[in-house]
């Protein structure tokens, strides 16, 4: 399960003289009418319950937390007797939590900051808690979009055969025949990389509701429960104009642009999974951007949601 531990344990040396060392600046109201306290347990509501949310802060100031957040149970709000700064204060949180859940995903937010869009926010603790349980790092996770794929040359199209390319070089950790770890490094080819995407998406759909832009998403997820697929195109000439509005690229350089990003995206998905991107079948919906301004778009995606019928809740 995901827990949430929130670092309050500022000594109001900052925002002076509002802030004080008896109303530090996570007690304070800045923006709106909530602390900046509770708009940091109001960002992990949504995916962490009371119970698992826990607050580290000073003794001195244990009271004031628990009058600001009164849903939190009273054991989970954690008075430090002296600050030791942040290491320590994570370390703590991970030694309560390991303590009646060992193999918990934790995450770690300053009480103290403000943080908008918080969908944005929410958006990223959900795709880093997959990535915790799936054990990738920032290391291993290479996001290979297909419109960077490029074909090697004629011969390997010809043949119809590439040998991987080589994508990057990422370190991990190893151990030696002493088990001792180490830092080793690897070359990963393209075919690592597409599994390493393939993994990732797999695993924040089973986390709950996302959304999935490209990567081969209609192939990965085609036959899972509670997915809905959506294709936005529009032709040729009102992409080439969109680009040239919106990333100031001159008519020539536009046209290249879309029709390269085209050919990457058809040529990946027809490789990696034996599927044109632009087959009908694939998709749920299929969009004329021309034809709707983005709003429009948007809501009717939203109306066609409601007839997909929802993936099977996994048990806890």
Same mark, same amino acid.
Request: with cysteine.
């Given at each position: 399960?995901?827990?949430?531990?929130?670092?309050?344990?500022?000594?109001?040396?900052?925002?002076?003289? %509002?802030?004080?060392?008896?109303?530090?600046?996570?007690?304070?109201?800045?923006? $709106?009418?909530?602390?900046?306290?509770?708009?940091?347990?109001? %960002?992990?509501?949504?995916?962490?319950?009371?119970?698992?949310?826990?607050?580290?802060?000073?003794?001195?100031?244990?009271?004031?937390?628990?009058?600001?957040?009164? $849903?939190?149970?009273?054991?989970?709000?954690? &008075?430090?007797?002296?600050? %030791?700064?942040?290491?320590?204060?994570?370390?703590? $949180?991970?030694?309560?939590?390991?303590?009646? +859940?060992?193999?918990?995903?934790?995450?770690?937010?300053?009480?103290?900051?403000?943080?908008?869009?918080?969908? +944005?926010?929410?958006?990223?603790?959900?795709?880093?808690?997959?990535?915790?349980? +799936?054990?990738?790092?920032?290391?291993?996770?290479?996001?290979?979009?297909?419109?960077?794929?490029?074909?090697?040359?004629?011969?390997?199209?010809?043949? &119809?055969?590439?040998?991987?390319?080589?994508?990057?070089?990422?370190?991990?950790?190893?151990?030696?025949?002493?088990?001792?770890?180490?830092?080793?490094?690897?070359?990963?080819?393209?075919?690592?990389?597409?599994?390493?995407?393939?993994?990732?998406?797999?695993?924040?759909?089973?986390?709950?509701?996302?959304?999935?832009?490209?990567? &081969? $998403?209609?192939?990965?997820?085609?036959?899972?429960?509670?997915?809905?697929?959506?294709?936005? +195109?529009?032709?040729?000439?009102?992409?080439?104009?969109?680009?040239?509005?919106?990333?100031?690229?001159?008519?020539?350089?536009?046209?290249?642009?879309?029709?390269?990003?085209?050919?990457?995206?058809?040529?990946?998905?027809?490789?990696?999974?034996?599927?044109?991107?632009?087959?009908?079948?694939?998709?749920?919906?299929?969009?004329?951007?021309?034809?709707?301004?983005?709003?429009?778009?948007?809501?009717?995606?939203?109306?066609?949601?409601?007839?997909?019928?929802?993936?099977?809740?996994?048990?806890?």
């Amino acid at each position: 399960m995901l827990h949430a531990v929130v670092m309050a344990g500022g000594g109001g040396t900052r925002f002076w003289p %509002r802030s004080r060392q008896r109303r530090p600046k996570q007690f304070l109201t800045l923006t $709106g009418e909530r602390s900046l306290l509770q708009m940091a347990l109001d %960002r992990v509501e949504a995916q962490v319950p009371p119970e698992r949310r826990w607050v580290i802060t000073s003794a001195a100031h244990r009271d004031e937390v628990g009058r600001q957040l009164p $849903g939190l149970p009273a054991d989970h709000v954690v &008075g430090e007797p002296c600050g %030791r700064d942040t290491a320590p204060c994570i370390a703590l $949180g991970a030694a309560l939590i390991a303590r009646i +859940e060992p193999d918990a995903v934790m995450m770690v937010t300053p009480a103290d900051h403000v943080i908008e869009p918080a969908q +944005e926010f929410r958006r990223a603790v959900h795709v880093a808690e997959a990535m915790a349980r +799936e054990g990738f790092t920032d290391e291993t996770i290479v996001d290979y979009r297909e419109d960077e794929y490029r074909l090697r040359g004629f011969v390997d199209r010809l043949l &119809g055969y590439r040998r991987p390319q080589t994508i990057a070089d990422v370190g991990f950790w190893d151990k030696n025949p002493d088990a001792m770890k180490k830092t080793s490094s690897a070359v990963l080819d393209e075919h690592m990389a597409v599994w390493l995407v393939r993994a990732a998406i797999e695993a924040v759909y089973a986390q709950g509701n996302v959304v999935i832009v490209g990567r &081969g $998403g209609q192939a990965i997820l085609r036959d899972k429960p509670g997915v809905f697929h959506v294709r936005i +195109e529009a032709p040729l000439e009102f992409r080439v104009k969109w680009v040239t509005e919106h990333q100031h690229l001159g008519l020539k350089e536009a046209q290249q642009y879309v029709t390269e990003r085209d050919k990457a995206s058809g040529e990946y998905l027809q490789r990696f999974y034996g599927m044109h991107w632009s087959d009908p079948a694939l998709y749920h919906v299929v969009i004329n951007a021309s034809k709707w301004n983005p709003e429009r778009a948007a809501q009717c995606i939203v109306n066609a949601l409601g007839c997909i019928e929802p993936a099977p809740s996994t048990p806890a």
